[in-house]
T-cell receptor
Framework: DSGVTQTPKHLITATGQRVTLRCSPR?????VYWYQQSLDQGLQFLIQ???????AKGNILERFSAQQFPDLHSELNLSSLELGDSALYFC?????????????FGQGTRLTVV | KNEVEQSPQNLTAQEGEFITINCSYS?????LHWLQQHPGGGIVSLFM???GKKKHGRLIATINIQEKHSSLHITASHPRDSAVYIC????????????FGTGTRLQVFP
């Protein structure tokens, strides 16, 4: 158990809908990272938050947004969903950022858009 | 061209065999991670290294910074080692970022 909790584990929704994925980092970790893993693209970095502030942005679509709350949990919001958004979404947390920082991954949320 | 390349893409082995998975990268890095992803989907961090060699049980990871290359070795492989092994690097130009290889799918048969 990595200590990172993601909910829900599975989500099935229709095109055009909006969903929210939740991540609780390990106790004491200030950084939260979101990744998308689709069959044809492998793991892609979406966005990072550190202590409530957005720190780095990757290949995140404008239809997607995230935030980190004062209790350090994070939510990834996906809107106007398309079939191609079907993927595994992972959250990871780490104590800080940069060199020497280990990352601990959640079990992922499997999103299926039908 | 991907910044992180892994080989082979797929690997099958008999139980007990010695296994090597390779990772080459084209950017300067501050660290390299080896990750394991089981069929259920969860990702486990195996190693984080920036130089030399690390060992944990039957797993050994090495890195050669000058050659921009890392290897993951599994000694005395076992069916429970069947998983996807992913190499990921933290580039020096943005140490918050992880760039992932496409993974090596390993199947170990009894």
């Amino acid at each position: 158990d990595s200590g990172v909790t993601q909910t829900p584990k599975h989500l099935i929704t229709a095109t055009g809908q909006r969903v929210t994925l939740r991540c609780s980092p390990r106790s004491g970790d200030l950084s939260v990272y979101w990744y998308q893993q689709s069959l044809d693209q492998g793991l892609q970095f979406l966005i990072q938050y550190y202590n409530g502030e957005e720190r780095a942005k990757g290949n995140i679509l404008e239809r997607f947004s995230a935030q980190q709350f004062p209790d350090l949990h994070s939510e990834l919001n996906l809107s106007s969903l398309e079939l191609g958004d079907s993927a595994l979404y992972f959250c990871a947390s780490s104590p800080g950022w940069g060199t020497w920082t280990e990352a601990f991954f959640g079990q992922g949320t499997r999103l299926t858009v039908v | 061209k991907n910044e992180v390349e892994q080989s082979p893409q797929n690997l099958t082995a008999q139980e007990g065999e010695f296994i090597t998975i390779n990772c080459s990268y084209s950017v300067g890095i501050s660290a390299l991670h080896w990750l394991q992803q089981h069929p259920g989907g969860g990702i486990v961090s195996l190693f984080m290294l920036s130089s030399g060699k690390k060992k944990h049980g039957r797993l050994i990871a090495t890195i050669n910074i000058q050659e921009k290359h890392s290897s993951l070795h599994i000694t005395a492989s076992h069916p429970r080692d069947s998983a996807v092994y992913i190499c990921a690097v933290r580039p020096s130009y943005n140490t918050d970022k992880l760039i992932f290889g496409t993974g090596t799918r390993l199947q170990v048969f009894p």
